[in-house]
């Protein structure tokens, strides 16, 4: 599928990204698509104002760390949703593409993007990534985003290694999900265990305690990813469904020599 086909202005694609990983007996792919398809996130989250706080909160930090260009920088957010955390940075862009598993959700991301008056600048486009030469018409990109879900994921190392293809050498790969309790520094909180209990039962949600420094530098720098940086966003409470503690982490792909 090439880019002028699909990417060239906001149309009515959906991104399916299979959860490939040998030997998994749970796709999470499907259970995320079946989920998000089906539920009524796609028009709660476009104006939830708790969730449009975080949106801007996660805009703010994006462009404290990377300098954006309006006339020249181009960003990838994968896993996009209904936009929201792209809409916060799409005005200091170029252009972004939007991908996510859910027609629901990008049904959403195209009407919220006319109605914002980025149209001109957001699109999205139907594929399956697989982290082979050619997808995306060959497409690199200066900024790549995933917020809020890495945890959805059924393999985040092969996630990450897809990713970092789409990076222009330089580029910046950024991730905003959730800590783990034992993030470094942080005192130990009773918070991310309401995170813990509400999601067990949730067969969409792959990574049900968040991700520690650790295992996010593993993933970084395991794909080729240099400068990594890892700190706390912010605190998200929603009342009667959960309270999490989110970080932001980035890493550069390295210019070649």
Known sequence: MSISEDRSSISEHHHHHHDV???RSHDYAEANKAYFNSS???TE???HPVFVEFANTVGAALRDTYPFDPNSSTALDFACGTGLSTRSYAPYVKSVLGVDISQKMLDQYIRQAHAKGLADKMSCVCTELKGVE???DGAKFDVVTCVMAYHHFGSVTEITSILVRFLKPNGMLVVVDIEAPSIPGKAPTDVNS?????LQDLGHVAHKRGFKVTEMKELFEGAGLVSFDMKHLTHVKVEG???VDTFLAVGFRPVEK
């Open 40 to 42: 009524d996130l796609a």
């Open 45 to 47: 989250l476009a104006d």
């Open 241 to 243: 469904k959960f309270e």
């Open 21 to 23: 990983a040998h030997g």
């Open 134 to 136: 050619g997808e995306l």
């Open 194 to 198: 309401l995170v813990v209990e509400g």
